[in-house]
């Protein structure tokens, strides 16, 4: 299982950005996606989560309202869109694969998450 996770950047604030976690030897329709990030200093904290089927998501409160989880299953392939990035939106992001399959509750927590991709930086700055 590989993950592959792209699309950060160099941004100023109350733009959007898109990362796109692209996954090989696994199917996102079978596996929960996570999305977490790690600021500097900080520890990595939960962003948000897709379930397989798509149709449950949950986000921290941080980003409510601002970001949003897609999928793009013929490309294998799940987005984290984010408007309105902040200052504070800055870090490391990380998509994640459930170790399970089919699982019916929203995963919340890193341990919960099997598989990782590789990172990509968003650095949010005017």
């Known amino acids: 299982v590989q993950l592959q996770a792209c699309g950060g950047g160099l941004v100023q604030p109350r733009v959007s950005l898109r990362l796109s976690c692209a996954g090989s030897g696994l199917r996102w329709t079978e596996h929960s996606t996570g999305w977490f990030r790690q600021a500097p200093g900080k520890d990595r904290e939960f962003v948000g989560t897709i379930n397989w089927s798509g149709a449950r998501t949950r986000y921290s409160n941080s980003v409510k309202g601002r970001f949003f989880i897609s999928r793009d299953i013929d490309k294998n392939t799940v987005h984290l869109q984010m408007n309105d990035l902040k200052p504070e939106d800055t870090a490391v992001y990380y998509c994640?694969?459930?170790?399970?399959?089919?699982?019916?509750?929203?995963?919340?927590?890193?341990?919960?998450?099997?598989?990782w991709g590789q990172g990509t930086l968003v650095t949010v700055s005017s």
């Open positions: 994640a694969a459930d170790k399970e399959t089919y699982a019916n509750e929203n995963r919340l927590f890193s341990t919960e998450y099997a598989y």
